[in-house]
T-cell receptor
């Protein structure tokens, strides 16, 4: 049983489009992280959100932590081919991180 | 600042053999965690070591074990390899295990 469910599982869009991916759970997390992973490499930490309702922006990426700290979203504006990868969310529950199922994003030029 | 270093990058082993993977964390990071990543199961937590002590353990059989040395370097061992152990094994370090990980590039293990 996965503690964190991500949707959609796969996403293929044209360069320049906007997209949102979701990370949902019925559990409350102390903090939540988003990572991007490219083939053959380890995930790279993009952001950590801690406070319910928190919004963080990283250039074209906007991350939001739900008010109840059970869910999060990642919005990408004007997607570029370099955004292609596997996006993973991870929540801190107790003293352990739990990873989501991942969203595989392909941006087509 | 050097990143997390995992060795070897690729490994091919025969069913029934054992294997040891190595991880050198970022200098100053005391927490080292290991994950198994497969296409079907995603990232599955193996165990976490903090200051040479196993602090957390996932739901893997006893064939999977690990340890951490006084310099924070960590090793994981898998004995009696099975075909299903084929996966990307990722090591991640963190200052205290609570902020967010820096991952290594992983070791791709193939069991034939």
């Amino acid at each position: 049983t996965q503690l964190l469910e991500q949707s959609p599982q796969f996403l293929s869009i044209q360069e320049g489009e906007n997209l949102t991916v979701y990370c949902n759970s019925s559990s409350v997390f102390s903090s939540l992280q988003w990572y991007r992973q490219e083939p053959g490499e380890g995930p790279v930490l993009l952001v950590t959100v801690v406070t319910g309702g928190e919004v963080k922006k990283l250039k074209r990426l906007t991350f939001q932590f739900g008010d109840a700290r059970k869910d999060s979203s990642l919005h990408i504006t004007a997607a570029q081919t370099g955004d292609t990868g596997l996006y993973l969310c991870a929540g801190l529950y107790g003293n352990q991180f739990y990873f989501g199922t991942g969203t595989s994003l392909t941006v087509i030029p | 600042k050097a990143g997390v270093t995992q060795t070897p990058r690729y490994l091919i082993k025969t069913r029934g053999q054992q294997v040891t993977l190595s991880c050198s964390p970022i200098s100053g990071h005391r927490s080292v965690s290991w994950y198994q990543q497969t296409p079907g199961q995603g990232l599955q937590f193996l165990f976490e070591y903090f200051s040479e002590t196993q602090r957390n353990k996932g739901n893997f059989p006893g064939r999977f074990s690990g340890r951490q040395f006084s310099n924070s370097r960590s090793e994981m061992n898998v004995s009696t390899l099975e075909l299903g152990d084929s996966a990307l094994y990722l090591c991640a370090s963190d200052q205290d295990g609570l902020y967010g990980y820096t991952f290594g590039s992983g070791t791709r293990l193939t069991v034939v």
